[in-house]
């Protein structure tokens, strides 16, 4: 596996004993319209992952649930046998229906099924790091993660998970799960616009636990996007750029996990996420989500 010159911006983080590089990839926008079913370009789609490899990147994020299965496939079939240094990163908790819903799965049963069709579909023995999804796709919902956590630190008692984390969590949810079994990271959504978790990210960082943002440039009003791309103007840069940029620069335990269906705009958000933000620039932006 190839790194780039100069190396990807931000450095590792440690998700426990696995190193990975803080500029990650998000496989679910390969799957096809809707998360549903296969790509229209398969070709296409194998060539981005290839490139993750070549570009040294080091984190994958996928789940199961992404076509169903689809995106698995293509990292196993793109990937496969992979690289000591190259960690999968996935998803249980929900499922798809006919309509392209995400109806959740945490009841045991179907959290060990999800779990060994994993492993099946990635051609692993253990999977890296297993994310419980909480709430639904409208957002996070209060409650208690007790009993599907559990189930998932026995099947990290068995061999088959690494690493666990939970996505699309409340803070109380967080500490809940840490209460049960250690976990090595968040994925909830964070951006610019949306800066509900900033205490949360403080706190996990101070833990030594990384915060994975999904949506960098998802829900931002028009009057939020057109700061942010008055910034992007300003640098001779896209929004994207600095969005990326700023999440890299708001704490050393973002990890990044941009999608894309296009080598060509994998490198680009590569190049971007290595821009750097002035004090000025990061005092400005911080004024979207405030």
Known sequence: MSTLSPPLPGGTWNLGDLTVTRFGYGAMQLAGPWVMGPPADRDGALAVLRAVADLGIT???????????????????ALHPYPDSLHVVTKVGATRDDRGGWPPARDPESLRRAVREDLDVLGLEALDVVNLRLGDAEGTRPGSLAEAFET??????????????VSNATPEQVAEARSIAPIVCVQNMYNLAHRRDDALIDDLAG??????????LGGFSPLQSAALSAVAARLGTSPMAVALAWL??????????????????????????????????VAELDTIGR
Do not use: C, M, W
């Not at 984190?59 to 079939?77: F, K, M, W």
């Not at 833990?207 to 960098?216: D, E, N, Q, R, S």
């Not at 990890?255 to 269906?261: A, E, R, S, V």
């Open 59 to 77: 984190h994958i994020d996928t789940s199961g649930a992404y076509g169903p299965r689809v995106t698995n496939q293509l990292i196993r079939e």
């Open 152 to 165: 998932l630190a026995t099947l990290q008692q068995q061999g088959l998970i690494r690493h666990l984390g």
């Open 207 to 216: 833990a030594g636990v990384a915060y994975v943002p999904f949506f960098p």
């Open 248 to 281: 890299l620069q708001r704490s050393p335990n973002i990890l990044l996990i941009p999608g894309t269906k296009s080598a060509a705009h994998l490198r680009e958000n590569v190049a971007g996420a290595g821009l750097a933000l002035s004090a000025e620039d």
